[in-house]
């Protein structure tokens, strides 16, 4: 998808007019592992940018999920709570985490494809 | 890859769950030649390792395999491990990785002149293949395994290499771990791999290793027990055999159990989510009485499960306990161990003492 973006603690977004839909990318979920359970905050929820909003929990280790923007929660992935796997099957697509509505700006560093590939293959080393 | 005891090792092939449910369902196999083995040798060897281990060598004949505990003059465990005789002078020592250069280091310091020890790790490579269909899913050019007993072991053909079969593993189920050359090796993990594929067998690596061998209960050295820990609070003193005549860290140890324990190992459950990671503290009642040695979520039982140690009196079968998780209190169950009971033949190492 042309229009994802990363965060340097992969996070992705994709944008669709002032809808934000978040979730953690391919690198994340391989390094994570088997997913077992998310801890998800309650829609209406107001984030700022990089604000910690819950827990993914996989086999090995519980990790912080960070919002990569600003907005206010207007949807989360109930799916998760009885399949935790789609975000390792899918996590593009049926393994999104949640949606925002953005408020204000797009964070300038958010980074493309090329230089989120380049930012995970320097932290897998 | 992770780093175990100085290996690169797998956390998984392909994904942790997969290879735990193949190894309960089907068969998996691990690749464990991390694992040291040392060669223990010599008229003396018998009365070496008595002095050396807490169980009792003497009745064990050639052809079969023992759990024993090697502890230190204060009680304390310097490492578990697995005793083959091989012949009434010969013995296979079969030691964790983290603990292969200070067990050697012991070892030696107590050897005396009518007893060799050489260490075959690098040489002699280790596999288990472990699951309830392990025994029928041996490939092609295998001898025949319906004659060993659970914990007993032969030389035979795997795949038409030659090698040790043990009928012995780490999770639970019936199974085998297999000693082979280390130069032929490969061989026979591709034959059980490919010959197996259409029934399911899958590599497993550390994750599910870790997983089914919590769920049977089986201690993990460095987790659930170290130097700091007597095998009564560890649950193994039934791997204590006070009347075999004396052995390093016997006096301790009689102590220990005539007064009991202060501590011993639990096991506990939790809901969906809250997965006890090891160090997490254990309370009741707004009291904190130990930390988690093992947790981990269990995709065969669909809940996560850990053991704990914990002040003695403990806590009875169905009793509600709290543990620390993700820095707040979660509700845990205390339940009977092992959490799971596999295929392996005869019953799991006991729980407790």
């Given at each position: 998808m042309a229009d994802r973006r990363y965060t340097k603690t992969h996070e992705w977004i994709s944008v669709d007019g002032k809808t934000v839909t978040v979730g953690i990318t391919d690198f994340a979920q391989a390094?994570?592992?088997?997913?077992?359970?998310?801890?998800?905050?309650?829609?209406?929820?107001?984030?700022?940018?990089?604000?910690?909003?819950?827990v993914i929990e996989?086999?090995?280790?519980?990790?912080?999920?960070?919002?990569?923007?600003?907005?206010?929660?207007?949807?989360?992935?109930?799916?998760?709570?009885?399949?935790?796997?789609?975000?390792?099957?899918?996590?593009?697509?049926?393994?999104?985490?949640?949606?925002?509505?953005?408020?204000?700006?797009?964070?300038?560093?958010?980074?493309?494809?090329?230089?989120?590939?380049?930012?995970?293959?320097?932290?897998?080393? | 890859m992770v780093d175990f005891g100085g290996w690169e090792l797998p956390q998984q092939y392909t994904s942790i769950r997969d290879e735990h449910l193949a190894v309960r369902k089907v068969a998996g196999l691990?690749?464990?030649?991390?694992?040291?083995?040392?060669?223990?040798?010599?008229?003396?060897?018998e009365r070496y390792l008595q002095h050396l281990m807490t169980n009792d060598l003497a009745p064990l004949p050639p052809g079969h395999a023992i759990y024993t505990l090697m502890c230190e003059q204060d009680g304390g465990v310097i490492d578990d491990l697995v005793i083959y005789r091989e012949t009434e002078q010969r013995f296979i020592v079969v030691v964790n990785a983290a603990n292969r250069e200070k067990d050697t280091a012991w070892m030696r310091k107590h050897l005396s002149e009518d007893v060799t020890m050489e260490d075959?790790?690098?040489?002699l490579s280790l596999i288990a293949f472990q699951g309830p269909k392990?025994?029928?899913?041996?490939?092609?050019?295998?001898?025949?395994?319906?004659?060993?007993?659970?914990?007993?072991?032969?030389?035979?053909?795997?795949?038409?290499?030659?090698?040790?079969?043990?009928?012995?593993?780490?999770?639970?189920?019936?199974?085998f771990e297999l000693f082979i050359d280390s130069e032929h090796v490969v061989q026979v993990w591709d034959a059980i791999l490919a010959e197996g594929k259409n029934a399911g067998v899958l590599p497993a690596g550390l994750g599910a290793r870790?997983?089914?061998?919590?769920?049977?209960?089986?201690?993990?050295?460095?987790?659930?027990?170290d130097e700091t820990v007597n095998p009564y609070e560890a649950g193994l003193g039934w791997t204590v055999k006070l009347g075999k005549?004396?052995?390093?860290?016997?006096d301790v140890l009689a102590a220990?159990?005539?007064?009991?324990?202060?501590?011993?190992?639990?096991?506990?459950?939790?809901?969906?989510?809250?997965?006890?990671?090891?160090?997490?503290?254990?309370?009741?009642?707004?009291?904190?009485?130990?930390?988690?040695?093992?947790?981990?979520?269990?995709?065969?039982?669909?809940?996560?499960?850990?053991?704990?140690?914990?002040?003695?009196?403990?806590?009875?079968?169905?009793?509600?306990?709290?543990?620390?998780?993700?820095?707040?209190?979660?509700?845990?169950?205390?339940?009977?161990l092992p959490f799971y009971r596999g295929s392996a033949r005869s019953a799991v190492a006991p729980a407790k003492s």
């Open positions: 390094q994570l592992g088997d997913v077992v359970f998310l801890e998800l905050p309650a829609v209406g929820r107001k984030l700022a940018a990089r604000e910690s909003f819950g996989s086999v090995k280790a519980a990790s912080d999920l960070y919002s990569p923007v600003p907005g206010r929660i207007t949807e989360v992935n109930e799916k998760l709570s009885a399949k935790p796997e789609l975000v390792n099957s899918d996590p593009y697509g049926e393994g999104w985490i949640l949606k925002l509505e953005l408020a204000g700006d797009l964070p300038s560093d958010l980074l493309d494809e090329a230089a989120y590939k380049r930012s995970a293959e320097a932290a897998a080393h | 691990f690749d464990i030649s991390h694992m040291g083995r040392l060669v223990v040798e010599g008229a003396g060897a075959r790790t690098l040489d392990a025994h029928e899913l041996l490939p092609k050019g295998s001898s025949k395994t319906d004659d060993i007993p659970y914990f007993g072991f032969r030389a035979g053909k795997v795949a038409g290499l030659l090698g040790l079969i043990s009928r012995t593993g780490y999770t639970g189920e019936d199974g870790d997983a089914t061998r919590l769920e049977a209960a089986l201690r993990l050295y460095g987790n659930d027990m005549g004396d052995f390093i860290g016997r220990v159990k005539q007064q009991g324990p202060k501590r011993t190992l639990i096991g506990f459950k939790t809901q969906p989510g809250d997965i006890p990671r090891h160090g997490a503290a254990v309370s009741s009642e707004g009291r904190r009485v130990g930390a988690v040695t093992s947790g981990t979520h269990s995709f065969f039982l669909g809940h996560p499960i850990a053991l704990a140690m914990v002040e003695v009196p403990s806590f009875r079968v169905g009793e509600t306990i709290a543990v620390e998780v993700r820095g707040r209190e979660a509700s845990a169950e205390v339940v009977k």
